[in-house]
Each structure stands twice: as structure tokens, then as C-alpha cells.
């Protein structure tokens, strides 16, 4: 039952909060733009104990449940670099993330949210097709 309710539990919270932060300080829940702007942009005090929730909000959920913090992925460095300014650069090319187009965006109706979420999709889903064709021929 947990692995129906917990992630129902989190799409809620996580569109309460987005509501709350729209409603509040008409700010778009956008992670990439507020965890930018904590650090480079204006506004940094909202934005900061915004990236600050989300990392306590996760530590105290593993603490009430018990359940124990991933450990990280086992992997390529040079590959993770290079998987994370590529998503910078779609994030800027994009003019978001995908929790601003995914979620906020489309929960204000917006075409432009709407079609930037197929294309992350899209983009996302050629992506594992094309690296696991790789890797099955590399091994």
C-alpha cells in the first residue's frame, strides 16, 4: 500500500506547495530558476529557505519513516558532468524545468508549458532508447 500512497502523498504536497508559493508571492514553482536565484538572482531569502525545505523536508521524512537515504548511483563522473550541463542547457534553452512546465504550467493551463513537457518527454524517452542501444552494443 506504501507504494501507492507515498507517492500520491508527495504529488499532493508538492501541489499544495506550488500553489502556496503562486498564491503567496506569485512566484512559479520552478526548482531550477528559485535554486538559480538562491544563490545568483534577486529575491535570494525566499528562494534559499525554499532549497533549504527541500533538503530538510526530505531528512525528516527519512527520519519519521526510518527509511534509510539512498546512497548515490554508481556511475561515470565525466558522464554525470556531462548529463548535468546538458539539462542546464535545456533548462535555459527551455526557459524552464520540468517542474515549472510540468507542474506549475500546465496546472495554469499554459500551451507553451504544455508543449515545452512533450518535449521533455519526447527528448527524454529518445535518449534512453538511444544510450541503452549503445551500451547493449558496447557490451
Do not use: Q
Not at 500553489?19 to 525566499?46: K, Q
Amino acid at each position: 500500500m506504501e507504494e501507492f500512497f507515498e507517492p500520491i502523498a508527495g504529488g499532493i504536497l508538492i501541489g499544495i506547495a506550488s500553489m502556496g508559493l503562486l498564491a503567496t508571492l506569485g512566484r512559479v514553482a520552478g526548482i531550477s530558476s528559485i535554486a538559480w536565484g538562491a544563490f545568483a538572482g534577486p529575491d535570494r531569502e525566499w528562494r534559499l529557505l525554499f532549497v533549504m525545505g527541500l533538503v530538510a523536508g526530505a531528512a525528516i521524512l527519512h527520519t519519521l519513516t526510518g527509511n534509510p537515504i539512498p546512497s548515490a548511483p554508481e556511475g561515470s563522473l565525466p558522464l554525470a558532468v556531462i548529463a548535468g550541463l546538458l539539462v542546464g542547457f535545456g533548462t535555459r534553452m527551455g526557459s524552464g524545468c520540468t517542474s515549472g512546465h510540468g507542474i506549475c504550467g500546465i496546472g495554469r493551463l499554459s500551451l507553451r508549458s504544455l508543449v515545452a513537457t512533450c518535449v521533455f518527454m519526447a527528448t527524454g524517452v529518445i535518449t534512453v532508447l538511444i544510450v541503452r542501444t549503445i551500451m547493449e552494443t558496447l557490451l
